[in-house]
């Protein structure tokens, strides 16, 4: 039996960022008092932080064509990018045994293993790890039952173009009252790491840091009965539109087109992901009453699969005049 205060690392065997999120709440669960080491590597997902609008914070229409999760984690900070190029880390401890503000004491193994390498990596500001300037990993916490999590991402060899798009926003669409991420400027260690070493290569000598640190360091490995329960925690919660876009704050939606029907204005007061103001202005010609349509579209979801029933559902023309579906639709991107 092992003892108490054991601190247990745990290589998770998924890449999968729905279940990777949701496996960090297991956790705080199931180990309520010991100190946890988790790694993960995510497929590409963007990670927003709890407090945000996610729609404000990607690219949806890259993100839907690209197939990347968009998920919502239990803390505050800004939206991430993950791929395979990238290697998360997650700590859990007691709240009561550290500074909730003390970030260098989690970041240390990262900054440790980094400087053995003669890589001048450094914690800057409040929560960013830099080298030459330039960040590799952010951090965030939060506190639930007790327990404070502190996790961060390690860019090693991530696709920043994809970053780039992913996150990518069209400012005139969105005017929401939730602050949008700080893009800092941002730069992968394969620029800076010996020859031939990868994102895995990384995680394994990361493991092997903490081992010279943590002397009573356990690996432990999921267990078939707690892969039942995260996908559980998964399916109720982090792969679904409640949590990771209907949690948004409110905001205030604005798009205009220009198609052969004449011109078309959309405003969009959204709450909680839901419509709950509509107007719609333009110069086109409409056989019924727009706010027909625009109680319509009240109560619905801003999410582009329920409009897209909605308005299949009705006759446009009578409305717009001569328009396809398609053209309508795209209002609401």
């Known amino acids: ?76 900070g800004g939206a991430v990018y993950h791929d395979l190029g990238n290697l998360n880390f997650s700590f859990h401890t007691l709240l009561a045994d550290h500074d909730f503000m003390d970030f260098a004491t989690f970041t240390l193994p990262i900054v440790s293993v980094l400087n053995q390498l003669d890589i001048p990596a450094k914690l800057e500001g409040r929560n960013d790890l830099l080298v030459n300037g330039k960040k590799f990993s952010g951090n965030a ?23 780039g798009d992913a996150l990518k926003v069209n400012p005139l669409k969105f005017v929401d009252k939730a602050v949008k991420s700080n893009r800092a400027r941002v730069t992968n260690l394969i620029e800076y790491l010996p020859q031939g070493v990868t994102t895995t290569n990384f995680k394994e000598l990361l493991i092997e840091e903490m081992k010279r640190e943590h002397p009573d360091v356990e690996m432990i490995e999921f267990s078939a009965s707690d892969i039942e329960n995260i996908e559980r925690l998964v399916k109720e919660k982090y792969e679904t539109w409640d949590w990771n876009f209907g949690f948004s704050p409110n905001y205030n939606f604005k798009k205009a087109i220009k198609i052969p029907a004449g011109f078309i ?55 717009f005049g001569k328009v396809d579906a398609s053209e309508i639709i795209t209002l609401f991107k």
């Not at 108490?4 to 290589?11: A, G, H, R, T, Y």
């Not at 419509?275 to 086109?284: P, R, S």
């Not at 619905?300 to 009578?318: A, M, Q, R, W």
């Open 1 to 76: 039996m092992r003892k108490e205060k054991n601190m247990l690392v745990i290589d998770s065997p998924s890449d999968n960022a729905y279940f990777n999120i949701a496996s960090e709440e297991y956790l705080l669960g199931k180990f309520p008092d010991d100190d946890i080491f988790l790694l993960y590597i995510n497929a590409p997902s963007i990670i927003v932080g709890k407090f945000q609008n996610t729609l404000a914070e990607i690219n949806l229409d890259y993100v839907n064509e690209n197939k990347i999760k968009v998920v919502r984690r239990m803390s505050g």
């Open 265 to 319: 204005e959309l405003h969009l007061d959204v709450h909680k992901g839901y419509i709950e103001n509509v107007k719609i202005f333009g110069d086109f010609f409409a056989s019924s009453s727009i706010n027909e349509l625009e109680n319509l579209l009240i109560g619905k979801k801003h999410e582009l699969e329920e409009i897209v029933v909605l308005l299949e559902s009705i006759d446009l023309t009578s409305y």
């Open 141 to 163: 916490k939060l506190v639930k039952n007790g327990k404070m999590t502190q996790h961060g991402t390690i860019l090693i060899d991530s696709q920043m173009q994809v970053l």
